[in-house]
Structures are given as C-alpha cells and as structure tokens.
C-alpha cells in the first residue's frame, strides 16, 4: 500500500480536534526513549526534555507525541523503558491527569494500536517502592492521526507519525523490528547505521518527503509528521509540509508550536552566557506564521505559496 492510500486511510481515520486562537500547542516526534543503555540515544537529552516539558505544561499547552515516543522496537519490555526515563513519564503524566496528552503511534512504537498491548503496560505500573500497581495513562488511547479542525474558518491540519507508505518501516515493519533488535542495535554502537531509516539514508528520506508532497498537493490539506528525523518548515513558495525533526540529536530538541491562530518551530539546546552559565534555551527558528496563510481548500488568489496549493 502506497503513502496516498495510507496517507489518506489515516486521514479518513483520525480523531478531530477542534482549536481557535487560544489553543497551545506543542507537537515533538521520535523521541526514541530507550532503556539508558548504551544503545539509548534519547537518555542525553533527558534533562533538557524534563526542563521542556515542565515549560509547556506551565505555560498551558496540550502535548502531541507524534510517534515513536518509546523505542518498542529495541525495547520488547516497556518497564524497562517506564524505569529508565521515570522523571519523563511523571511529566507526561501530569499532562495525562488534565486531559492535555495526545499520544500518536509510529513505526517504532506501533504496539500501541494493539489496545491489549496499551492496557497492559501504560494503563498502569508496578510501583516496587510502595508494592502496588499505580495508575499511568489510565485509559488513554493512541491513535495513528489527529486532525486539529478550526472552529472558524475549518481549516485541517493532519497530525501523523509519517511512516505510511514507507514500504520497510510500515507494511515489513516487523522485519525491520526484528533486524533491528538483534542486528542492527548492536552495529550502530560501534558506528554502523541501519540503511531501512529514512534519518540515515538521504535518498529515501527525500523519496518518503516527496510522497509527502504529492498527497498534500493532492489533497490540499496542512500536514505535520516526524519519522524522517529532518526538521521542515515550507519557504514561501512550498507546500504545507512541516516536520517536527526528532529529540536525538546532541544539536538540540525540535518542536512545533501552534499557539495564537499561529505556527512557528522552535529549538531547545544548552546555552552558555558570557559567563559560562549553562542554561536551556528557547530559540525561535522560523516564524511564527498565521495558520490561516496554509489554508489551501479556502483561500483563493494564492500567490507564492498559495500558487503551489490552489495550482492543481
């Protein structure tokens, strides 16, 4: 099945959301949390994510983990995972407990469409201090797309991991798992890389992107996703493709944020002053850009970008 059908399968099959201008949001993708082992790549962005986290939960924003949150393919146990990265999942919690969570399944954690799977191991835990299970995400439901509908103008932005269509990381992706979990895993750690992930293979994250394209200039819908692990946010003559990059990299942690009828990616990494005082930061990378501005099914008159939508 190729990414238009399952682009659009996805589509069709999406929890809508309603938002307006006082709607925040913070969408982050392939956190890839492991189990603090070697292999573990997230467990050196740790602290800043911890600091990240408490930011938008202050600040009033709804989560979106837009796949590839827990790295279930090297990983077949959860609470190793739950055990290694706690703190994390105390703050994700928080935003459970206020109905400001919105979990996405990727490629790598794609166990979470099984809802057996789910009850099992994020409804609740084993707490060995206290020896009793002990709520988590008690109840929540994963989904593979969210579609966050306007209120006013019913503009859609679809939310999905982005692995559709890729052939290895969606129809063979239990192949891909098994490879990885016994194979590749070990090979990466003295500097091999897997040639099945788009974030290590140039020319089929381009192939993956351009898929991307085709379906948004089919379908005129705004569309953010991860899985290729390259930040994107469209220059003005450019399709409404956004990509949220992932939160392994030592440069730094990627995000789009939706906040005030607007959108804009941010960078969170450690700074340093004049005075050696390190401290996470921040920094505003592109925007903020009016939603409205990649609204392709309502607009009409498009120049620049707008050409590229209503051009068809």
């Known amino acids: 099945m190729n990414t238009e059908k399952r682009l659009t399968k996805a589509y069709k099959e999406a929890t809508v959301e309603y938002f307006d201008k006082n709607s925040k949001y913070i969408i982050f993708s392939d956190i890839h949390r492991g189990d603090d082992s070697v292999s573990d790549e997230f467990a050196r962005n740790q602290a800043i994510f911890q600091h990240v986290l408490n930011y938008y939960y202050n600040k009033g924003y709804i989560y979106i983990e837009a796949g590839d949150g827990d790295e279930l393919w090297e990983h ?57 299970r002990v709520p988590l995400f008690n109840g929540i439901k994963p989904v593979e797309g ?18 559709q269509g ?80 992932c939160c392994i990299n030592t440069r730094g942690i990627p995000g789009i944020e939706i906040i005030n009828d607007t959108i804009l990616m941010v960078d969170w990494r450690v700074m340093a002053n004049d005075e050696g005082v390190m401290r996470v930061e921040r920094t505003v990378v592109r925007g903020p850009e009016p939603i409205d501005r990649y609204d392709c099914k309502h607009i009409e008159g498009y120049d620049g970008l707008k050409t590229n939508c209503s051009d068809i």
């Open 76 to 132: 077949k146990n959860f609470k190793h995972i739950r055990l290694a990265h706690k703190d994390i999942f105390i703050s994700l919690k928080k935003f459970f407990d206020i109905g400001r969570l919105r979990m996405i399944y990727g490629n790598h954690n794609i166990y979470l469409r099984d809802k057996k799977y789910v009850k099992k191991n994020y409804y609740q835990f084993y707490d060995e201090y206290n020896q009793k």
């Open 146 to 163: 969210i579609i966050l509908k306007h209120k006013e103008t019913d503009q859609e932005i679809l939310i999905v991991h982005g692995h």
């Open 166 to 245: 890729d052939l290895i990381n969606d129809q063979f992706w239990y192949i891909s798992m098994i490879l990885l979990r016994y194979f590749w895993r070990f090979l990466h750690i003295v500097g091999f890389e897997n040639p099945s992930s788009p974030a290590r293979n140039l020319y089929k994250r381009h192939k993956v992107e351009k898929n991307y394209n085709k379906w948004i200039r089919k379908h005129k819908i705004m569309l953010i996703c991860g899985h290729t692990h390259r930040t994107k946010f469209p220059k003005n003559d450019e399709l409404p493709y956004f990509n949220t990059g």
